[in-house]
Protein backbone atom coordinates (compact mmCIF):
# COMPACT_ATOMS: atom_id res chain seq x y z
CA UNK A 1 0.00 0.00 0.00
CA UNK A 2 1.46 3.31 -1.07
CA UNK A 3 0.82 6.70 0.78
CA UNK A 4 0.77 10.02 -0.69
CA UNK A 5 0.29 13.42 1.30
CA UNK A 6 0.28 16.44 -0.91
CA UNK A 7 1.56 20.22 0.93
CA UNK A 8 2.68 23.54 -0.11
CA UNK A 9 -0.48 24.81 -2.22
CA UNK A 10 -1.60 28.22 -1.50
CA UNK A 11 -2.71 31.70 -2.72
CA UNK A 12 -0.40 33.68 -5.42
CA UNK A 13 -0.86 36.28 -8.14
CA UNK A 14 -0.97 35.40 -11.67
CA UNK A 15 3.19 35.89 -12.51
CA UNK A 16 4.05 33.75 -8.75
CA UNK A 17 5.73 30.77 -8.08
CA UNK A 18 4.52 27.62 -5.74
CA UNK A 19 6.36 24.65 -4.74
CA UNK A 20 4.43 21.47 -4.67
CA UNK A 21 5.68 18.78 -2.07
CA UNK A 22 4.54 14.98 -1.78
CA UNK A 23 5.55 12.42 0.34
CA UNK A 24 5.14 8.88 -0.46
CA UNK A 25 5.27 6.05 2.20
CA UNK A 26 4.93 2.28 0.83
CA UNK A 27 7.01 0.44 -1.47
CA UNK A 28 7.44 2.27 -5.03
CA UNK A 29 8.63 -0.59 -7.22
CA UNK A 30 11.65 1.06 -9.58
CA UNK A 31 9.56 1.10 -12.50
CA UNK A 32 6.50 3.04 -10.93
CA UNK A 33 5.87 6.40 -12.45
CA UNK A 34 5.27 9.82 -10.01
CA UNK A 35 3.02 12.45 -11.12
CA UNK A 36 1.27 15.21 -10.30
CA UNK A 37 -2.32 15.79 -11.63
CA UNK A 38 -4.63 18.73 -11.48
CA UNK A 39 -8.41 19.42 -11.46
CA UNK A 40 -10.19 22.69 -11.88
CA UNK A 41 -14.09 22.68 -11.11
CA UNK A 42 -16.26 21.21 -13.65
CA UNK A 43 -12.90 19.73 -15.34
CA UNK A 44 -11.54 16.30 -15.71
CA UNK A 45 -8.41 15.63 -14.08
CA UNK A 46 -5.38 16.61 -16.47
CA UNK A 47 -1.76 14.82 -15.92
CA UNK A 48 0.75 18.06 -15.44
CA UNK A 49 4.15 16.19 -15.50
CA UNK A 50 5.45 13.03 -14.76
CA UNK A 51 8.51 11.38 -13.94
CA UNK A 52 10.12 7.88 -14.12
CA UNK A 53 12.74 6.29 -12.07
CA UNK A 54 15.41 7.14 -14.44
CA UNK A 55 14.52 10.71 -14.71
CA UNK A 56 12.38 10.91 -17.90
CA UNK A 57 9.96 13.53 -17.92
CA UNK A 58 6.59 14.32 -19.46
CA UNK A 59 4.84 17.68 -19.15
CA UNK A 60 1.53 19.19 -20.42
CA UNK A 61 2.39 21.59 -23.28
CA UNK A 62 0.67 24.01 -21.29
CA UNK A 63 2.90 23.90 -18.25
CA UNK A 64 6.07 23.61 -20.39
CA UNK A 65 9.08 25.66 -19.92
CA UNK A 66 7.20 27.25 -16.51
CA UNK A 67 7.16 23.44 -14.27
CA UNK A 68 9.75 21.28 -13.40
CA UNK A 69 9.17 18.15 -11.78
CA UNK A 70 11.95 16.71 -9.37
CA UNK A 71 12.17 13.59 -7.33
CA UNK A 72 14.30 12.03 -4.50
CA UNK A 73 14.15 8.02 -4.36
CA UNK A 74 16.28 8.21 -1.33
CA UNK A 75 13.68 10.72 0.28
CA UNK A 76 10.25 9.36 -1.65
CA UNK A 77 9.10 12.85 -2.17
CA UNK A 78 8.19 14.09 -5.45
CA UNK A 79 8.09 18.06 -5.87
CA UNK A 80 6.68 20.23 -8.85
CA UNK A 81 8.22 23.90 -8.71
CA UNK A 82 5.93 25.95 -10.63
CA UNK A 83 7.11 29.42 -12.08
CA UNK A 84 4.85 32.05 -13.80
CA UNK A 85 1.49 31.21 -12.59
CA UNK A 86 -1.55 31.76 -14.77
CA UNK A 87 -5.13 32.33 -13.76
CA UNK A 88 -5.94 29.08 -15.45
CA UNK A 89 -3.49 27.24 -13.05
CA UNK A 90 -6.30 27.34 -10.29
CA UNK A 91 -7.01 23.67 -8.91
CA UNK A 92 -7.01 21.21 -7.04
CA UNK A 93 -3.38 19.30 -7.55
CA UNK A 94 -3.32 15.38 -6.76
CA UNK A 95 0.28 13.84 -6.70
CA UNK A 96 -0.25 9.77 -7.63
CA UNK A 97 2.17 6.43 -8.53
CA UNK A 98 0.97 4.22 -10.89
CA UNK A 99 2.71 1.45 -12.89
CA UNK A 100 4.86 1.87 -15.92
CA UNK A 101 4.11 0.51 -18.93
CA UNK A 102 6.48 -1.82 -20.91
CA UNK A 103 7.93 -1.81 -24.48
CA UNK A 104 10.24 -4.20 -26.15
CA UNK A 105 11.24 -1.10 -27.98
CA UNK A 106 11.28 1.55 -25.60
CA UNK A 107 11.78 -0.05 -22.32
CA UNK A 108 9.72 1.33 -19.66
CA UNK A 109 7.42 4.07 -20.18
CA UNK A 110 4.99 6.48 -18.75
CA UNK A 111 1.62 7.82 -19.25
CA UNK A 112 0.36 11.31 -18.08
CA UNK A 113 -3.24 9.63 -18.39
CA UNK A 114 -4.96 9.49 -14.97
CA UNK A 115 -6.14 6.47 -15.26
CA UNK A 116 -2.96 4.82 -15.45
CA UNK A 117 -2.23 5.83 -11.98
CA UNK A 118 -3.25 3.51 -8.95
CA UNK A 119 -2.43 5.85 -5.85
CA UNK A 120 -3.52 9.07 -5.11
CA UNK A 121 -2.97 11.97 -2.65
CA UNK A 122 -5.72 13.67 -0.91
CA UNK A 123 -4.69 17.03 -3.19
CA UNK A 124 -3.55 20.61 -2.29
CA UNK A 125 -5.22 23.60 -3.78
CA UNK A 126 -3.65 26.35 -5.75
CA UNK A 127 -5.16 29.34 -6.87
CA UNK A 128 -3.98 31.91 -8.90
CA UNK A 129 -5.50 35.23 -8.75
CA UNK A 130 -5.08 37.85 -12.28
Known amino acids: QVELVESGGGSVQAGGSLTLSCAAS????????MGWFRQAPGKEREGVAVIQSDGSTLYADSVKGRFTISQDNTKNTLSLQMNSLKSEGTAMYYC????????????????????????WGQGTQVTVSS
Open 96 to 119: AVGNAYFSAFTGYYCLRAASAYEY
Open 26 to 33: GYIYSSNC
